[in-house]
């Protein structure tokens, strides 16, 4: 059906940054609004960056000015970049993307597997 493939986890230094992918493939006709979630050991899944179909951003107030989203219709792309990274960043982040597949006849929400970013000394 739908792949979305993450990438560009990994460990990173306090103040430090980095640049997650997720790719998604298969018979798609349309995404609409994709964003990154994050899940800390002991927390709750929670909203870090949205993004719609249009551009429109919208950003957990704990990552604002650091995080960026952003997305490349063209390749079914959504992207976080990292920047000032903190300890309390570490997390399992997954993406999610509204699609819809030329199997079905609406969109439905969609997760990637999760890649781990943890920030550390």
């Known amino acids: 059906q739908v792949q979305l493939v993450e990438s560009g986890g990994g460990l990173v230094q306090p103040g430090g940054s980095l640049r997650l992918s997720c790719a998604a493939s298969?018979?798609?006709?349309?995404?609409?609004?994709m964003g990154w979630y994050r899940q800390a050991p002991g927390k709750q899944r929670e909203s870090v960056a949205t993004i719609s179909s249009t551009g429109s951003t919208k950003y957990a107030d704990s990552v604002k000015g650091r995080f960026t989203i952003s997305r490349d219709n063209a390749k079914n792309t959504v992207y976080l970049q990292m920047n000032s990274l903190k300890p309390e960043d570490t997390a399992v982040y997954y993406c999610n993307a509204d699609i819809w597949l030329s199997s079905n006849r609406r969109s439905y929400d969609y997760w990637g597997q999760g890649t781990q970013v943890t920030v550390s000394s």
């Open positions: 298969g018979s798609i006709l349309s995404i609409y609004a």
